[in-house]
Every structure is written in structure tokens, then in C-alpha cells.
Nanobody, 126 residues
Framework: QVQLVESGGGLVQAGGSLTLSCLAS????????MGWLRQAPGKEREFVAA???????????YYADSVKGRFTISRDNAKNTVTLQMNSLKPEDTAVYYCAARQGTYTTRPATYDYWGQGTQVTVSS
């Protein structure tokens, strides 16, 4: 089992920045792909970013087209944490952001992730 706890959400003006953090416990962290997904009011949950890990090749990152160049995902296996640095935020980034984990490679389908945090609200004002 895996437990995930997010932090770092808040209110920010368009063009500003926020950093989200996720602390994982209860399993071998490095064996999981870690993702950030979000859900805006009235919309389906959608993929934002993910990071995988290999002992031999290190980490690989993946991003939705809507956040490429603005968001950066990273992981610290020694601390069992994953972060999402969000820059140049837009009002359309407003959503509840979830940290999620799954074994194997990343996917863009929310239903394929096995473990979820409680979510943290990000609100971007215009």
C-alpha cells in the first residue's frame, strides 16, 4: 500500500508560480511512476505530468501539452517526495491537483493509477 499527501496549493495571480509537493510512504517509492493529475469543476480529471525512475537510466519526465515549458516535475527517491514546480500560471490551470502513483510506466489515464492523495486546490486569478 502507498499513502500520498500533497501540499502547496493556494491562490495566485496569473503569471505567478506555485510549488506542489507530495510525500509518499508505505511502499518502495522508486518502483512507482509518480504523476500529477488535476480536475477542474465540471470537467474530467486530466493528466498533467509524470516522472518514472530506473536504477540504470534515472528519471524520465512527461508533460501534457498544455503545461509544457511551464511546469516541471521532479522526484527525490531518498526523501520519498515528488514536486511540481508551476510557473507562468494561467486561470485555466485552476483545479484540484492530485498526486498519484502506479507501478510500471506512466499513463495519461487517471483510472490506471492505483494510489491517490487527497488533493490540493490551486486557484489562479486573472
Amino acid at each position: 500500500q502507498v499513502q500520498l499527501v500533497e501540499s502547496g496549493g493556494g491562490l495566485v495571480q496569473a503569471g505567478g508560480s506555485l510549488t506542489l509537493s507530495c510525500l509518499a510512504s508505505g511502499a518502495t517509492f522508486s518502483s512507482y511512476a509518480m504523476g500529477w493529475l488535476r480536475q477542474a469543476p465540471g470537467k474530467e480529471r486530466e493528466f498533467v505530468a509524470a516522472v518514472t525512475w530506473s536504477r540504470w537510466s534515472g528519471g524520465s519526465t512527461y508533460y501534457a501539452d498544455s503545461v509544457k515549458g511551464r511546469f516541471t516535475i521532479s522526484r527525490d527517491n531518498a526523501k520519498n517526495t515528488v514536486t511540481l514546480q508551476m510557473n507562468s500560471l494561467k486561470p485555466e490551470d485552476t483545479a484540484v491537483y492530485y498526486c498519484a502513483a502506479r507501478q510500471g510506466t506512466y499513463t495519461t489515464r487517471p483510472a490506471t493509477y492505483d494510489y491517490w492523495g487527497q488533493g490540493t486546490q490551486v486557484t489562479v486569478s486573472s
